[in-house]
């Protein structure tokens, strides 16, 4: 998955004010206590993140 796209889905499910502070401020254990800022920037795969992001927040299977 692209970055462009990553962050695409994240500004259409959680609108695009929120979607950076929820990537810059929650950290999540599935990440290896990161935020999604941290572990992008750690080289964790855009993908892999966004099906973190999904499984931790209830993302609907449709827009996985």
Do not use: I
């Amino acid at each position: 998955m692209r970055l462009t796209v990553f962050w695409q889905r994240m500004a259409e499910h959680f609108g695009p004010g929120y979607a950076e502070n929820f990537a810059r401020d929650h950290v999540m254990s599935e990440l290896g206590g990161r935020t999604v800022h941290e572990a992008l920037a750690a080289g964790w795969d855009a993908k892999e993140v966004w099906q973190v992001v999904c499984s931790v927040m209830d993302v609907p299977r449709e827009r996985r």
